[in-house]
C-alpha cells in the first residue's frame, strides 16, 4: 500500500507581514497536486495544523477546498485529515460524517476515528491538549501530561484495529527526541508538551505532524513530514517535501521524500548597506532576514532596502537583535505589552475580531486576582 504523508500546511499564515497566500498556492495546489498525481497513492495523510488559526481567513479556506476537490474528485485518491494545535476540530470537521463518503475522512476526535483501505486501518488522532482529552474521556479521569494522555490513548486507539491487519496512525504531537523550529506553537511548557515515542508501539507507521523539520524516528516508523513551507527563519534553506510512504505485507514502511521547490525561498542575507543595495537581481524577490554589517545605523535604511528586497520578514545589524516583520526598523523600542493588550492581541488572531468591550473588565478582575496571587 502507497501513502503520501503531509503536514503543517498552515493555510492562511502570514510571513513578516506578507500573505503567503500565491505560495502556498503555488506549491499545494500545483506541484503537491502533480505528486498524488504521478505517484496514485491509495490515500492522502494530512497530519494538522490544515490553518494557521482556529477561525481561518475566506481566503484559506476556499484554497483548502479547492486542494481536497481536485484530490478527491479530480484524482480520484482519499484523503485522511485530522485537526492539529492551530486547528479547531469542531470547524474543521463539519459535515466530517457526509463527506466521509466521497473520500475525505476527518478524523477530529482525539479518541481516533478509523478507516481502511485494504487489510491497513488508517487511524486518524485529533489533537487534544490534557484537558480537552480528559473531558473527552469522561469518568473523571485525569491527564497530567501529553505523555500521559497518549498512554491513555493507545489502548483505545489500537481497539480500532482489527487482530492482524496492518496498522498506520496519523497523529499530531511533540515526541520527544524530535528537532523544532522557531515557527511552532509551543504545546506547554516545561516539556509537558512532549510524548514519549513508545507510547507509539504496535503501529507498523505513525504519520506525525507538529514539527517543520522533516525527520525520522524510531528507526523511520514514526516520521515528520515537515511544513511544505519555510514559516520563520530557523527554516532559511531547509529542504522541504512531502514523504512517500511504501507499507509492504509485512509492516515493513519504506520512505521516499519527494522534495518541494517554493515559489520564494527563504534566506538570511547579510552585507553592508551599500552592497545590500546593489544585491544581484536574482533571489530578490524572495523572503529575506537582512543583517546589515555597517559599523553605525544607516538612516531610513529597511524602508530603502524594501525598494530591493520586497519580502523583508526580519532587519537588524550584526550583533543586535534583530526585528521582525517590515514595519520595524533599527533604534524602534520594543513597547512594553499590557497584560490585557496581550490578550487582546492574541484573541484577535486565534478569533479574527476584537475583543468585546464588555470582556475587558472581566479579565481585567481576572488578571488582577493573579497577580495577587504571585506577589
Not at 506553537?185 to 509537558?192: C, E
Request: proline share 6%.
Amino acid at each position: 500500500m502507497r501513502f503520501l504523508h503531509t503536514a503543517d500546511w498552515h493555510l492562511g499564515r502570514t510571513l513578516g507581514g506578507h500573505s503567503l497566500r500565491e505560495d502556498q498556492d503555488h506549491l499545494l495546489g500545483g506541484q503537491f497536486l502533480d505528486m498524488v498525481r504521478d505517484t496514485a497513492p491509495d490515500a492522502v495523510l494530512i497530519a494538522g495544523d490544515v490553518f494557521d488559526r482556529a477561525v481561518p481567513a475566506a481566503e484559506a479556506v476556499e484554497l483548502l477546498d479547492d486542494i481536497l476537490h481536485r484530490i478527491i474528485i479530480g484524482l480520484r485518491v482519499p484523503v485522511v485529515m485530522i485537526p492539529g494545535n492551530h486547528d479547531e476540530a469542531r470547524r474543521l470537521s463539519f459535515g466530517a460524517r457526509l463527506l466521509a463518503a466521497g473520500g475525505l475522512h476527518i478524523a477530529d476526535s482525539p479518541l481516533g476515528r478509523a478507516t481502511t483501505f485494504g487489510d491497513v486501518t488508517v487511524v486518524g488522532c485529533g489533537y487534544a491538549s490534557p484537558l480537552m482529552l480528559a473531558q473527552k474521556l469522561g469518568n473523571g479521569a485525569e491527564v497530567a501530561d501529553h505523555d500521559a494522555g497518549f498512554g491513555l490513548l493507545a489502548p483505545l486507539l489500537h481497539g480500532l484495529c482489527p487482530a492482524g491487519g496492518r496498522r498506520l496512525l496519523v497523529a499530531h504531537a511533540f515526541v520527544a527526541g524530535g528537532s523544532e523550529c522557531e515557527s511552532e506553537r509551543s504545546l506547554s511548557v516545561g516539556g509537558t508538551g512532549q510524548v514519549g515515542a513508545a507510547r507509539f508501539a504496535g503501529f507498523d507507521y505513525v504519520a506525525l505532524g507538529h514539527l517543520h523539520r522533516p525527520q525520522t524516528l524510531m528507526g523511520g516508523r514514526l516520521r515528520y513530514s515537515g511544513s511544505p513551507l519555510a514559516y520563520s527563519s530557523s527554516e532559511a534553506g531547509q529542504a522541504k517535501s512531502v514523504t512517500l510512504l511504501e507499507l509492504e505485507a509485512d509492516g515493513t514502511c519504506r520512505i521516499e521524500e519527494l522534495p518541494l521547490s517554493p515559489r520564494r525561498q527563504l534566506r538570511l542575507v547579510s552585507g553592508s548597506f551599500a552592497e545590500l543595495r546593489e544585491a544581484p537581481a536574482a533571489g530578490r524577490d524572495d523572503f529575506v532576514v537582512l543583517t546589515l554589517t555597517d559599523p553605525r545605523p544607516v538612516p531610513e535604511a529597511q524602508r530603502r532596502l524594501a525598494e530591493v528586497f520586497p519580502h523583508i520578514i526580519g532587519f537588524g545589524y550584526a550583533g543586535q537583535e534583530r526585528s521582525a516583520g517590515p514595519l520595524s526598523g533599527p533604534g524602534v523600542r520594543a513597547r512594553a505589552i499590557r497584560p490585557i493588550e496581550l490578550f487582546a492581541e492574541f484573541h484577535a488572531a486565534m478569533r479574527d475580531t476584537p475583543l468585546p468591550p464588555e470582556a475587558r473588565p472581566v479579565l481585567a478582575e481576572a488578571i488582577a486576582a493573579a497577580e495577587a496571587a504571585e506577589a
